[in-house]
C-alpha cells in the first residue's frame, strides 16, 4: 500500500465536530443569537439570561501528546554512541471541579470552547517531553455533564455537587516513543519515533440544579426577591411588575453562628408544569431544596387560590414536592387592604392543613416578621437533620486516571463504499480503535515507520481480510485519518518507492537508512 499525506474526511461525525447541531441551538429551539428577536419556528425567544442561567454547551478537547525524538548521541570519546531520541509528554487531561464563587453557567456564554496544553516533545540526549499541566473547568456545585452525543440511557459523565469535588472528562493523549525505545538487540539503531496520541474532543452538555438549603417561591411579583435581599446580603433585580427575576437568586444567611443558603425561584403561574410562563424552565431547581418558604401576595385578588394553584404545579411536575416541608410568609402587610385580612388568611390556611407554628405575616419592605419567619426555617432545617447530598444520575465521577488501555489491532471492521469516477475502484474502511491510533502515531516521514505499519497490517489480519473482499489495485483504503493505496506488489522494493515517490509529493526530505547509522542485523 502507498501512504497517502491527505486527510480523509469521512462521511459520518467526526469528533471534532458538534453532533448533529445547528449554529449553537439550545434545548429552546433557539439560536444562540442574542440579537435576534425570535426563534426559527416563531415562538418568543427566551431571555439570554434565562436561556444560559442553567444550560450550556461547551467543546472540550484533551491535550495531544508531544512527539517522539529520533536522534543519536554523537559525544566525544563515547563508543559507537547509540539512539538517544527521548519520548514525547503527556497532553493535558481534562478536569470538571466545583467552584464555591459561581452559581449559574452564565459565564460558559462567552467561552464555549476549552482545550488543554499539548506535551512537550521529546529530544536528544535521552530526554523525554515534560507532561502538560491539566485544564480545570470551573462549574457551579450541583452541575451535571453530560456528552452531547450521548446515547439515550447513557450515564453522565460527573454530578458535582460539594465544593472541591472534581470529576475527570476526558484523558490526555501520550507521549509518542523516541527511537531510543525502540532498540532492540535485533536492530541496535532504529530509524523511527512515533507522533504523540490525538486528545479526545467533544461536545459536553451541562446542566445546573441549584443546590440551596431553602426555596423561596410564589406567584410573580409576591415579593420574593425583596424577602431574599432582607434576609441575605444579595441585591437581587426588584421591580413592581412581574417576572422581574429570570433566573434563580442565591443569597447567604448568617445569623445566631449558622449558616443559610437561601434560593429565590422565578414566579409560578397556574400550567406551568406545562411550560406556562417562566417559573417551569426553574422548577427542578426546587427539587434540590431541603424546604421551601411560600410566600403569598397580599394584596392579590385571590391570596388564597394564588396558594393553592402553586402548591399544584409542584405536585403535577413532581408529586414528591407536596410531602416538602414549607413556611408560608402572608407579606406585604404593610399595606392596609392586606394586613386587615391576616387573619382571615390564617384560618383558611389552617383548614386546608398548615400548622399554625409554620403561618407568617410579614413584609418584606419593612422587615416585619421577617425574623420570627428566619428562625422557624432554621428549626425546621434542624428537625430535618444535616443536609445529605444526593445523586440524582449514575454519573461516572471518575476521581482518578485510568488505567491504560490496551487495544487490540485485530480487531476491526471492514466497510466498502464506490467511489465515483472511471476505473470502477472502491473505497475500504476499516475501523478499529487500536488500528486508527497506531496510523494515526505513524510517523510517515520515516521508512522504517512505513515497514513498520506494514507488518502489523499484515500480522493484525488486515491484509488478508482486504484480499477476502475483493480489493484490487489502485483502490483506496482508509483507516482513521490517513489514506492509502493498494498495490498488489507488497515487496520491500515496492514499499521504498512508493515511500520515496510520496515523501517527494509531500516536499519531504526522504529519510532512509543511507542517512543515519549503519544498520546491524
Known amino acids: 500500500m502507498r501512504p497517502a499525506p491527505m ?8 469528533p471534532t465536530q458538534q453532533p448533529q447541531q445547528q449554529p449553537r441551538r439550545n434545548e429552546f429551539g433557539d439560536d444562540d443569537d442574542e440579537d435576534s428577536g425570535a426563534s426559527g ?25 508531544g512527539n517522539g525524538c529520533l536522534a543519536f548521541r554523537r559525544e566525544k570519546f563515547v563508543e559507537f554512541g547509540g539512539p538517544s531520541g527521548g519520548n514525547g509528554g503527556r497532553g493535558g487531561n481534562v478536569w470538571a471541579e466545583v467552584d464555591v464563587g459561581r452559581n449559574s453557567l452564565t459565564s460558559f456564554r462567552r467561552r464555549a470552547h476549552w482545550r488543554a496544553d499539548a506535551g512537550t516533545n521529546g529530544t536528544g540526549s ?25 446515547a ?11 465544593p472541591g469535588d472534581r470529576a475527570l472528562l476526558l484523558v490526555g493523549g501520550r507521549g509518542g516513543r523516541g527511537n531510543e525505545s525502540f532498540k532492540t538487540h535485533a536492530n541496535t539503531a532504529p530509524t523511527l519515533a512515533e507522533k504523540g ?3 479526545l474532543e467533544t461536545w459536553i452538555d451541562l446542566e445546573l440544579k441549584v443546590v440551596a438549603d431553602v426555596g423561596i417561591i410564589g406567584v410573580p411579583n409576591a415579593g420574593k426577591s425583596t424577602l431574599l435581599s432582607v434576609l441575605t446580603s444579595a441585591k437581587p433585580k426588584i421591580a413592581n411588575y412581574p417576572f422581574t427575576t429570570l433566573v434563580p437568586n442565591l443569597g447567604v444567611c448568617e445569623m445566631d453562628y449558622d449558616t443559610t443558603v437561601f434560593a429565590d425561584v422565578p414566579g409560578l403561574l397556574e400550567g406551568a408544569h406545562e411550560g406556562l410562563g417562566l417559573g417551569h424552565e426553574f422548577l427542578r431547581h426546587v427539587q434540590r431544596c431541603r424546604a421551601l418558604v411560600h410566600v403569598i401576595d397580599g394584596t392579590s385578588p385571590d391570596p388564597m387560590g394564588d396558594w393553592r394553584a402553586v402548591r399544584l404545579e409542584l405536585e403535577l411536575f413532581n408529586p414528591a414536592l407536596k410531602d416538602k416541608r414549607q413556611v408560608v410568609a402572608y407579606n406585604k402587610i404593610d399595606v392596609p387592604d392586606s394586613g386587615d385580612f391576616s387573619d382571615i388568611m390564617r384560618e383558611e390556611l389552617e383548614a386546608e392543613g398548615v400548622a399554625p407554628g409554620d403561618i407568617f405575616p410579614i413584609s418584606a419592605v419593612t422587615g416585619a416578621g421577617v425574623i420570627p419567619l428566619l428562625r422557624r426555617v432554621r428549626q425546621v432545617l434542624h428537625e430535618l437533620g444535616p443536609a445529605e447530598l444526593i445523586y440524582e444520575t449514575e454519573a461516572l465521577n471518575m476521581r482518578s486516571m485510568p488505567a491504560y488501555e490496551e487495544r487490540r489491532l485485530d480487531d476491526f471492521s471492514i466497510e466498502i463504499e464506490p467511489l465515483t469516477g472511471p476505473g470502477g475502484h472502491k473505497a475500504f474502511y476499516v475501523d478499529g480503535d487500536g488500528l486508527q491510533r497506531f496510523a494515526q502515531m505513524t510517523n510517515w516521514d520515516y521508512y522504517e515507520a512505513v515497514k513498520r505499519f506494514q507488518k502489523v497490517l499484515t500480522a493484525s489480519g488486515v491484509d488478508g481480510a482486504l484480499k477476502a473482499r475483493g480489493i ?14 493498494w498495490q498488489d506488489d507488497q515487496s520491500e522494493n515496492a514499499l521504498y518507492k512508493a515511500f520515496q515517490d510520496d515523501m517527494r509529493a509531500r516536499g519531504a526530505s526522504v529519510q532512509g537508512g543511507t542517512h543515519w547509522p549503519k544498520q546491524s542485523f
Request: proline share 5%; glycine share 12%.
Open 197 to 199: 496520541e490525538a486528545g
Open 41 to 65: 419556528d416563531g415562538r418568543k425567544r427566551l431571555p439570554a439570561e434565562m436561556r444560559c442561567f442553567d444550560t450550556a454547551r461547551i467543546m472540550v478537547k484533551s491535550g495531544d501528546g
Open 472 to 485: 484490487r489495485e489502485g483502490d483506496t483504503v482508509v483507516i482513521g485519518e490517513t489514506e492509502f493505496e
Open 126 to 150: 535521552s530526554m523525554h517531553g515534560a507532561n502538560s499541566e491539566d485544564l480545570v473547568i470551573p462549574v457551579p456545585a450541583g452541575t451535571i455533564l453530560r456528552r452531547a452525543d450521548a
Open 7 to 14: 486527510q480523509q474526511q469521512r462521511g459520518g461525525s467526526s
Open 152 to 162: 439515550e440511557g447513557e450515564a453522565p459523565l460527573a454530578e458535582l455537587l460539594k
